[in-house]
């Protein structure tokens, strides 16, 4: 496998812990290591801990830059099974290896940005279009959907769309009713980011002023459902029950994740499955259940939809940590939106839940989210290949090393 | 405490509070209100004062029922929003529900439904149709809580603590997110793409209602028949496309033709504009409109506007055969219409 991860970690004697948090996710099968406590960082959202924290997270920037160089200039792959010293089924060699020497050549993997451009280049024009009406709530419609935003989801699933057709059908058109999801999808979480930035009071956003900060939280919190509305609308005109009721699950998903960042739990195990569970509630669900959706509509049996939804649950957990880690290290500029603002908010996120137990919390989420992009790829492998097949992934990759 | 008892424990504070026995203040005639209410709910099976009670017995809302309690005392509309559900203001029309409700009992089985329609009909309605109604009042309440919400820019000293109306907020858009979340997974489980359609473009139609409320144009440079329009319009999105829709809805589910699911759909409509019309009376925004609907287009004072819509519902209703829901549906515009 390989790996540029500029912030991904060493494979150090540290995963006897590392097997016990992947078995606590109930998703490896590792064996239960003894945990370690030292110091730890405070749950709370006062700014000294917050500080001491972030500077504690950049020390850790430093050493995985270290790491990365090591990586890089090694064959590193043969030395990994040593140090491991619970290998994960997840971790066979033989498979790994394979997928490292086809990433060798990136021209057989298309970057997903580019190939998704042509179908996406109009989506937030087509967005905009369903979103017509008069008055204030257009302006505020048209202030998120300008075109600046990284179309992230649109992108999974037309790629999804374009592989899951290839596979079933030899073709590799995309759908009008799978392009409608794209848009749908983009909707949907841009209609949840405008709550979200009520709920915790932010003053920025991709860059921009909120427009709770610009038009008032009244009016903010209306708009959003407005083009939750709007994305149901064109949800149903797809004529698909099905689809309309997994899209309906992914929305309760989402108002659930949203509850459980309320909560909290006592015991550390369990907050940390509570963390990942409120991972996929409010991340990967949409994604998950967006991919699932096109196979859906793509006339592919359950087999496919199967694969189609695990990438998108386990692509949507491993973007979430990575999130989480750029919280803590990175500055706000690079990243448009407000950092550190999970620890001022109280929200025990995945590096922070590893620092209570380990004091190398970024590295272990990075690590994490290493293995949910390994999960992925597995998945999506199942299909047959294709150009957007091997573009999702390639954005197993970007989704690791991003800085934004 | 358990999780059962607990939810036992609010379950019947809230039932309480909901009871419908303690809520009409209506201002104009409650006995008649009263009267035309509970006979409804005695033609529809239950009283639908319990309809939202299963969501409101959530894990979720009862966690927000116990937070809101230290909204007390501070203006955060949330509190009064909730007790709106006590004392029914008149200002509400809280009878969505029970209207749906009427109107699937009176068009009844459709005749014209090709194959015909299975399912059990429990006093006269089908359990989708009773769904629906439940889902038109999640809508509605979840609307209510989401204009509830204040804007901390235009806070005073006097509303409260910043840090409780921020609160009050955050509990606002979680309820109201949640509320919303379970209607549509009610509306997928209709398993009717049409009804999911219309009953969601109603809650667009809603936020749209809301804007244009905020924005009146200037009156100089309006004329009189765009005011007029404008009036209906902006009413009939803020107030009587969800009614109207899920009337709709409820006809399209039982698989009656266009020409009933319209009758179903003027209905709902022009009985809601008329209960606008009759509570806005009083309001000096409307001395404008008094002046033109007395410059006589076929209606002479702001009384015959309600009378108007009153008769328009009235007339919508004649194609249902006769039956004990049909005039109840009728008896309601009575109620409402009458000063």
């Known amino acids: 496998m390989a790996l540029p991860l500029s912030r991904c970690c060493a494979w150090k004697g540290r995963s006897v812990f590392a097997s016990g948090a992947l078995s606590a996710c109930g998703m490896f ?8 406590h030292p110091a730890g960082f405070l749950l709370g959202g006062d700014s000294g801990a917050g500080t001491r924290s972030v500077c504690h997270g950049r020390a850790l920037v430093k050493e995985q830059h270290l790491y990365r160089k090591i990586y890089l200039n090694t064959t590193v792959y043969k030395k990994q099974n040593s140090l491991l010293r619970t290998p994960s089924r997840l971790m066979c060699t033989t498979r790994t290896k394979c997928c490292c020497n086809q990433m060798h050549s990136d021209k057989q993997y298309k970057d997903p940005y580019t190939l998704a451009q042509k179908d996406l280049k109009n989506l937030y024009d087509e967005i905009k279009q369903q979103l017509a009406v008069s008055s204030d709530l257009k302006e505020i419609c048209d202030y998120y959907f300008d075109g600046k935003g990284k179309a992230f989801r649109p992108m999974i699933v037309v790629l999804m769309a374009k ?3 290839l596979h079933h059908s030899n073709s590799r058109e995309l759908l009008k009713s799978q392009h409608s999801v794209g848009m749908i999808v983009e909707m949907i979480h841009t209609a949840s980011l405008v709550h979200d930035d009520v709920i915790d009071g932010s003053d920025t956003r991709r860059g921009k002023i909120t427009v709770n900060k610009i038009w008032g939280e009244r009016k903010a919190i209306l708009a959003g459902d407005f083009v939750l509305s709007t994305a149901s609308v064109a949800l149903a005109r797809l004529g698909n029950n099905s689809v309309v009721s997994i899209f309906t699950q992914a929305i309760e998903d989402l108002v659930r994740g949203e509850f459980m960042q309320l909560g909290s739990k006592e015991n550390e195990n369990e907050r940390f499955v509570h963390y990942l569970e409120k991972t996929f509630k409010k991340t990967a669900s949409l994604i998950a259940n967006s991919c699932k959706a096109v196979s859906i509509l793509g006339n592919c049996g359950p087999d496919v939809q199967e694969i189609a939804y695990q990438y998108g649950r ?3 957990i491993a973007f979430q940590l990575v999130d989480d880690v750029l919280d803590f290290t990175s500055s706000a500029n690079q990243l448009g939106k407000p950092t550190a603002a999970d620890l001022k908010l109280g929200l025990a996120t995945g590096p922070v839940l590893f620092a209570c137990q380990q004091s ?7 690590y994490l989210a290493h293995q949910y992009c390994q999960e992925a790829i597995r998945q999506i492998s199942m299909l047959h290949s294709s150009p957007e097949r091997d573009a999702l992934i390639r954005l ?9 | ?3 059962t008892l607990r939810r036992m424990k609010y379950g019947t504070a809230l039932a309480g509070a909901f009871c419908r026995s303690q809520i009409l203040h209506s201002s104009s005639s409650p006995s008649s209100w009263a009267k035309v209410v509970s006979e409804a709910e005695k033609i ?4 639908t004062s319990f309809m939202s009670l299963r969501c409101l017995l959530s894990d979720e809302l009862s966690n927000i029922a116990l937070q809101v309690r230290k909204l007390v005392g501070t203006k955060h509309p949330l509190i009064s929003t909730a007790r709106g559900f006590v004392y029914d203001s008149k200002n509400n029309l809280q009878l969505r529900g029970l209207v749906v409700l009427l109107m699937s009992k009176a068009a009844g089985p459709s005749k014209t439904a090709d194959p015909p329609l299975e399912g059990d009909l429990v006093s006269g309605i089908y359990s989708s149709q009773r769904n629906l109604a439940e889902i038109t009042e999640l809508i509605h309440t979840a609307f209510l809580v989401h204009r509830g919400i204040v804007n901390i820019m235009e806070l005073t000293s006097s509303h409260g603590s910043l840090k409780d ?6 509990m606002a858009v979680l309820s109201g997110d949640f509320l919303l979340a379970n209607a549509s997974i009610g509306l997928a489980q209709l398993q009717n793409t049409k009804v999911v359609e219309l009953v969601s473009s109603a809650i667009g139609d809603l936020v749209q209602g809301v804007y244009y409320e905020n924005s009146r144009t200037d009156e100089e440079k309006v004329t009189d028949d765009i005011l007029m329009i404008n009036w209906e319009e902006q009413t009939f999105l803020s107030h009587g496309a969800l009614l109207a829709k899920s009337c709709q809805g409820a006809m399209q589910l039982a698989k009656h033709d266009c020409e009933v699911q319209e009758m179903a759909f003027q209905y709902g409509k022009h009985m809601s504009l008329a209960h606008k019309a009759k509570v806005n009376g009083n309001q000096a925004d409307y001395a404008k409109l008094h002046r033109i609907i007395k410059a006589g287009k076929g209606v002479s004072s702001s009384l015959d506007l309600c009378h108007y819509h009153g008769n328009q519902a009235l007339e919508a209703l004649r194609c249902f055969p006769t039956s004990e829901a049909r005039s109840t549906l009728e008896n309601i515009v009575y109620a409402v219409t009458k000063f």
């Open chain 1, 29 to 36: 099968n590792g064996r239960r290591g003894r945990q370690t």
């Open chain 1, 163 to 165: 592989a899951c057709n």
């Open chain 1, 314 to 316: 386990n692509i949507g």
């Open chain 1, 360 to 366: 190398d919390g970024v590295q272990q989420t990075c």
């Open chain 1, 396 to 404: 197993t990759e970007i989704v690791l090393t991003r800085n934004k």
């Open chain 2, 1 to 3: 405490m358990s999780l």
């Open chain 2, 44 to 47: 529809v099976g239950y009283p």
């Open chain 2, 165 to 170: 109306m921020q609160f009050g907020n955050k």
